[in-house]
């Protein structure tokens, strides 16, 4: 009697396309942070023009929205041009995780290796809390933990946003088959 083989199909995932997204975004950012600061430009700082605030903000998170939507379409495609509305989610939401995840890390990073960049962040803090001695109380006691704040806020903020995004944008990438 012949042994008959079942030819199982691993399950894919979107985790390497997700990682390969979040690394190249990382890159991205951190490129970003010295263009940004060889040009001038500190969207932290509370005096700063408007239209500055506005373009770095634009090209910070606009690149990160479209490599969620590259790793959803991508991962479509590996699919064989169909995708659910949930793996959509999973595909760009994994890539905002990871992306938070190694932004935090960058920002750390930087922050440790560019003290005056914190003394920067520390001084808008100052002028935004003005007067108050509370506020000033409190800046310099968080002075130590600061670095790690900034790393985990950004981390929580890029992962939120790509779950806002993840969200509408499955909706746009799925593609169920017909029943046909």
Do not use: C, H
Not at 41 to 65: C, G, H, Q, R, W
Not at 125 to 135: I, T, V, W
Not at 149 to 171: D, K, N, P, W
């Amino acid at each position: 009697m012949e042994e008959q083989q079942l030819l199982v199909q691993p399950k894919k995932s979107p985790n390497s396309l997700a990682l390969k997204a979040s690394v190249a975004y990382a890159v991205f950012f951190l490129a970003l942070i010295y263009i940004f600061k060889a040009m001038g430009m500190d969207s932290n700082n509370p005096n700063a023009p408007v239209a500055e605030k506005i373009i770095t903000t634009l090209v910070s998170y606009v690149p990160f929205i479209l490599a969620i939507i590259w790793v959803q379409t991508n991962f479509r495609t590996e699919l064989g041009g169909f995708i659910s509305y949930g793996r959509a989610f999973s595909s760009g939401f994994r890539t905002a995780v990871y992306a938070g995840s190694l932004i935090a890390l960058v920002m750390i990073l930087y922050l440790k290796l560019d003290p005056t960049a914190l003394e920067e962040i520390m001084e808008a803090s100052r002028q935004n809390a003005g007067d108050d001695e509370n506020a000033l109380k409190g800046i310099e006691m968080m002075r130590p933990y600061m670095v790690y704040m900034i790393g985990f806020g950004s981390a929580v903020s890029f992962t939120f946003l790509g779950l806002l995004v993840s969200l509408i944008s499955a909706a746009f990438v799925k593609k169920e088959p017909s029943l046909d």
